[in-house]
């Protein structure tokens, strides 16, 4: 009897251990908490009909998609441009400030491993855009003054920073297709990673 309550006894945290191994992992994969990169970008944009603009933005990831390195996010960002343009109908030129506050649903596929220091990534986005200006032109301002949907698709780099790689820096190049505010963007964003993203560098 002594013999069997000590080998009881014995198989007791075998078997603790080995449920505690088998447990799943309660992580979560997606959704606020399994975010894992805080980011901030700011770049410029060729506008259709328009010249240079500005913009800044932010992007949250959310989490993985499938693998690893399929990443969903959300960002919001806003830009600024400049009009020129000659209203034949009103026979006035007009110059002014056009505005787009957008928000974004972003696919990110990361062509290299998170453990990776460079890690260059292709994009795909749905899109809102909020856009407004203040010409004084019924035609000008009928058209940026509405809210249209768009679609984007980029790529770029992603570089961690440092010796943990806790920070990244992001360069992207994208295209974005919507109505009257067609346009080519380049931006330059910091993020800090977390979690699944920020997995010591080479392993």
């Given amino acids: 009897m002594s013999i ?20 799943p992992d309660t992580q979560p994969v997606r959704g606020i908490g399994a975010s894992a990169a805080l980011g901030i970008k700011a770049g410029g944009a060729e506008l259709q009909r328009a010249g240079g603009s500005q913009f800044l933005g932010v992007e949250l990831d959310l989490g993985r998609l499938a693998a690893r390195t399929t990443r969903f996010q959300l960002e919001s960002t806003f830009l600024r441009g400049g009009l ?12 002014g400030d056009i505005y787009d506050l957008t928000g974004a649903i972003v696919a ?23 856009m407004s200006s203040s010409f004084g032109s019924t035609i000008l301002d009928r ?9 984007q698709a980029g790529f770029g780099l992603r570089i961690r920073l440092g010796r943990h790689g806790h920070r990244a820096l992001a360069i992207e190049v994208r295209r974005v297709s919507v109505q009257d505010m067609n346009r080519v963007s380049l931006s330059l964003g910091l993020l800090r990673l977390m979690r699944d993203l920020a997995i010591p560098l080479g392993s």
């Fill in 143 to 151: 058209r940026y003054n509405t809210n249209n949907f768009g679609v």
């Fill in 4 to 23: 069997g309550l000590v080998t009881g006894s014995a198989l007791l945290p075998v078997g603790s251990m080995s449920q505690e191994s088998v447990r």
């Fill in 84 to 95: 020129l343009e000659f209203v034949e109908l009103e026979d006035h030129t007009y110059i």
């Fill in 108 to 130: 990110v596929q990361l062509l290299r491993p998170p453990s990776r220091r460079v890690q260059p990534f292709v994009s795909a986005a749905l899109s809102v855009h909020a």
